[in-house]
């Protein structure tokens, strides 16, 4: 289920004001921190507040402030732009980054006020992963430089091309957001890195999850003829489940332990501080997000130690 070393990676929901989200970030470079990843929303949840930074012009002030670390969308939601214009937003950062993009794309949420506020169509979920599929496809042939005509369910191009190219070459890594069997198809087809969440009351459940879901995710693979240790696993943490890594050093210990048992290498954890809205206080209270306190008392330390040794 792919190889044994490890890569640490931080969350930060851009809920907070510009410049507590820009000193997070460079915090977050000067521990050496792998990816800097943010989400993607136009509106949230009622009980999340109404604060949300647009994400790809965050990334763009991000890349111009930084200097080494790697920045992401944890995931870019598909269904608020063209794939076409995302591959153009992805491949700008990209060179105002110097190279330094990971682009993480999922299918989008069914989200009722989100929906209501732009007009979405209400998809089922199993449509939802046919739309990302479509988006992916036009996403990578943009990204490695092809001449584009795609006319799908929904989305079409007609010999659209991206200039300028992104720097890296062949192109920014992608992420793809998965946990349904179609999902991990498109995963499986394109994928750079897999992202999953654990999911399940307890902590076996939510282990269990993710073991079952990169079972399906080697089996599509197969499928279509590709080497899954070609896929590197992420576990983006502290969203759902019940486990809760920066409660202590042995909880992040264990929490990694029992990951890295089920074929994770990379691990995608959340930043936060009393400067986030209320709802996500109990997140950071009992430990399920990271904060600069238990970063610098033990995670940091443990991070780099188990990386060089993975």
């Keep these: 289920m792919g190889g ?13 004001p510009w410049s507590v989200m820009l000193d997070d970030v460079r915090h977050l470079e000067a ?13 949230l949840p009622p009980a999340y507040g109404d604060f949300v930074l647009e994400a790809w012009t965050t990334l763009a002030a991000l890349a111009a402030c930084t200097q080494r670390i790697r920045l992401g969308t944890m995931v870019s939601n598909v269904p608020l732009r063209h794939p076409a214009m995302l591959a153009k937003q992805a491949a700008t950062v990209d060179c105002i980054s110097g190279g330094r993009l990971d682009l993480g794309v999922g299918p989008g949420d069914n989200f009722s006020g989100e929906i ?12 939802r992963v046919d ?5 992916v496809e036009v996403i990578d042939r943009l990204l490695r430089g092809h001449e584009v005509t795609f006319h799908g369910e929904y989305y079409h191009t007609d010999r659209t091309a991206l200039s300028p190219a992104p720097l890296q070459r062949p192109r920014p890594p992608l ?5 349904g069997r179609r999902g991990l198809r498109v995963a499986a087809e394109y994928a750079d890195i897999w992202v999953t969440m654990p999911s399940g009351k307890t902590a076996e459940e939510a282990q269990r999850s993710v073991w079952e879901r990169n079972l399906i995710l080697e089996e599509q693979c197969a499928a279509l003829g590709r080497d899954p240790g070609t896929i590197e696993r992420a576990c983006l943490a502290g969203w759902s489940g019940p486990d809760r890594p920066f409660a202590s050093a042995d909880s992040f210990q264990d929490f990694v332990g029992r990951y890295r048992d089920v074929g ?4 995608i954890f959340s930043l936060g501080s009393a400067a986030f809205p209320t709802p996500y206080k109990e997140w950071i209270d009992t430990g399920a997000w990271a904060t600069r306190d238990s970063l610098e008392a033990f995670a940091a330390q443990a991070m780099w130690g188990m990386q060089s040794s993975g």
Excluded: H, K
């Design 264 to 267: 994770m290498q990379r691990f």
């Design 116 to 127: 209501a506020s732009l007009g979405l169509p209400a998809l089922a979920p199993g449509a």
């Design 31 to 43: 521990l050496g921190v792998g990816t800097v990843w943010i989400g993607d929303s136009y509106v």
């Design 131 to 135: 739309r990302l599929g479509e988006a």
């Design 175 to 179: 992420a793809i957001a998965a946990q």
């Design 4 to 16: 044994s070393n490890l890569r640490f990676d931080m969350f930060e929901w851009q809920v907070v």
